[in-house]
C-alpha cells in the first residue's frame, strides 16, 4: 500500500513539483515511496511534501489512512505474540464425528446420537485426519488399539486425545458346522493360556493418555495465518495493484518521459541560440573559476603580508621599550654627571634629566648658556658630558 500511495503522489505532484518527486519513473517513484512510508508512520520528516491542491488532498487521506494502518498493524502483532488459553469442550452428543465406515466405532457413534460420516463415508486414518485438518468435522471415533499404533500419524498440536470411552467390545470366532465341536475346547485353552494372552497384548499395543479434564487448548489470531481466505484475497488484491501501478509507471517511462526526453535533446543539439548560450555560459564558468583562483591566492598573500607588518612594528616597539629603560639607568648611574650635578644644583634644577627629543634639546640649549651640558642624542645610545669647573660658581 505505501508503494502504491507512493505511485499516486508522484502522479500528481511530478509537474508542479519536479525537484521533490522528478518526472523519471526510476526517480520519482523512489521518492514518492519514501514519503509514503514516512507519512503512514505519522514520522514526517519535512523533506518530502506535496506542493498542488489534489496531491495535498491525497496526502491527508493517506496520513490518516496511515494510522489506521498502524493501529491495525500493532494490535495485531499484540494479539499474535498473546497466546489466550481458553477450554475448547467437544460433546459427543449433535457433534460432526468421522470414523472408517461400517467399523465398531460407526455404530457406537450412531448410538451416541453423533452426526457420523455425514459428508463423506471415511475408509481409512488418511481421510480422517485430512477431515480434521480441513475442519471438516470436529471429532472422529478410532479404536484405541489402532490409535495407539499410528500415534505419529494421527496426532499433532491440533490432534488430540480428548477422551477415551469405556465402551466394553469383544473380540471372538465364529464357528459353523463341525468347528462348533471344538468350541469348548477353545474356551479352555484360552482360560489356560490367559496370562500369555494379556502378555502377548502387552507387548503388542501401545497405550493413549488422554488430556486432563480440565485441560485447554492455547488459541491465537489467525490474522497472519497464510490459510486465512482474508488474507490471501487481502494479499492478492495488493499484489495485483501493485504490478498494475509498476506496468504503469513503466509504460509512462519508457513511451511518455524518454521519447520527450529524446526530442528535447534533439532540440537542444539543433538550435544555434542554445549552442552559443552554452559557450557563453561555458566562457563565464572558466572566467569566474580564475578569478576566484586568483582572488583567493592574492587575498592570501596580502594576509601574509599584513600579519608580516604586525609582527615588526611589535619587535620594534619591544626594542624601544628596552633601549628606553637601559639609558635611564646608565644615566642615573653615571659618576661624572653625579659630581657635575652637584655644583649645579641652580642650574640643573631648571632642566629635565631626560628629554623626549633631539629637538628639544637643542631649544633648552639655546636658552641656557651655561657651560656644563648633558646632550642626549637621538638613539638614545651614547652620553656626552662637558664639564667647566671654573664657570661652574655658587
Known sequence: ?????????????????PDQFPVC???GIGEGFWWSFVSMTTVGYGDRFPSSVPARIFGIAWTLTGIVIISIL??????????????????????????IQNSTEHRIGTLKNARVNEEKKYKNLEEIRAALEDGEIEGALIDTYVAADHKSELFSDRIYVKEILDQPLGYGVVLSGAAVNVEQRCRDFINLHMSNIFHMITISTKTLDPTPPDEKVESSTDLFDGSSVMFRMALASLSGMLGLAIIAGITYHYLIFVPRQKRVDRLKASSSQLAQKKALVAEMRDFVRIFHSQMSTRISSEMDKCKQVLRDIREERNISKQGGALLLNNVKTNPIYSHASEGCDSVVAQRPLVFKSAKSIEELNKHNTFVNTAALNSSGE????????DNCTK
Open 74 to 99: 500493532i494490535s495485531a502483532i499484540a494479539s499474535a505474540l498473546t497466546i489466550v488459553n481458553v477450554p475448547y469442550p467437544i460433546k459427543l452428543y449433535g457433534a460432526k464425528i468421522g470414523a
Open 25 to 27: 519513473f526510476s526517480k
Open 1 to 17: 500500500m505505501a508503494f502504491l500511495s507512493g505511485f499516486i503522489i508522484w502522479l500528481l505532484d511530478m509537474k508542479n513539483n
Open 382 to 389: 651614547n652620553l656626552s658630558l662637558e664639564s667647566d669647573s
